[in-house]
């Protein structure tokens, strides 16, 4: 298998991330293009990058989230390719998708992989239409706190809220009595939506062992 052989590459992401794909752009002769938010402007993995641009904003939906600043940088700078590191667009098949259309490689999954396993929501689809054996659970898209509710005590707690997009973490409740169920949802989905920029979040069963 051979692979493409990129000059210059945009690191779409921030922190100990970014510090590590400039690392490996360095160590392979490719210039590293780094992006911040306002926030993040002093920031060393700036001053590690070959090139740095604003992304003029301090929220993740108007910087590291924002596909069309991101795809503008990368035409400006002439970028070849875009490495969402992990995290913000890293899962995101329209993102993928775009940075094929507009001419980079993205470093990572093709759109069709991502659609199919980056939602967590749409890979258990995938493994109950195989008969795969899966944890107890549903898809709380488009479902109500009530539904939710009713689920989760047919499931069984403690039960697990986590995101559908995205990983490390992110959108993730454990909760251990009804009680809790409301604000955990709304936690867990404000947390995926600023962190992915999808509010969509499964309900499992939580398995203390």
Sequence with gaps: MTYPRFRKLLIANRGEIARRVIR???ELGIRAVAVYSDVDERA??????????????????????????LLTIATNSNADAIHPGYGFLSENADFAA????????????PPAAMRALGSKAAARAIAEAHG???????DGLGKSVDE????????????????????G???????????????????ARQEAQSAFGDPHVLLEKYFTE
């Design 148 to 167: 939710l509710s009713a689920a989760a005590a047919a499931i069984g707690y403690p039960v697990l809220i986590k995101a559908s997009a995205g990983g």
């Design 24 to 26: 490996a752009c360095h």
């Design 44 to 69: 060393v993995w700036v001053r590690e990058a070959d090139e740095a641009y604003p992304l003029h904003g301090s929220a993740a939906a108007d910087t590291y989230l924002n596909r069309d600043k």
């Design 132 to 138: 795969v054996p899966v944890v107890p659970g549903v």
């Design 98 to 109: 775009a940075c094929a259309h507009a001419g980079f490689v993205f470093v990572g999954p």
């Design 169 to 187: 973490g992110k959108g993730m409740r454990v909760v251990h009595e009804a009680g809790q169920l409301r604000d955990a949802l709304q936690a």
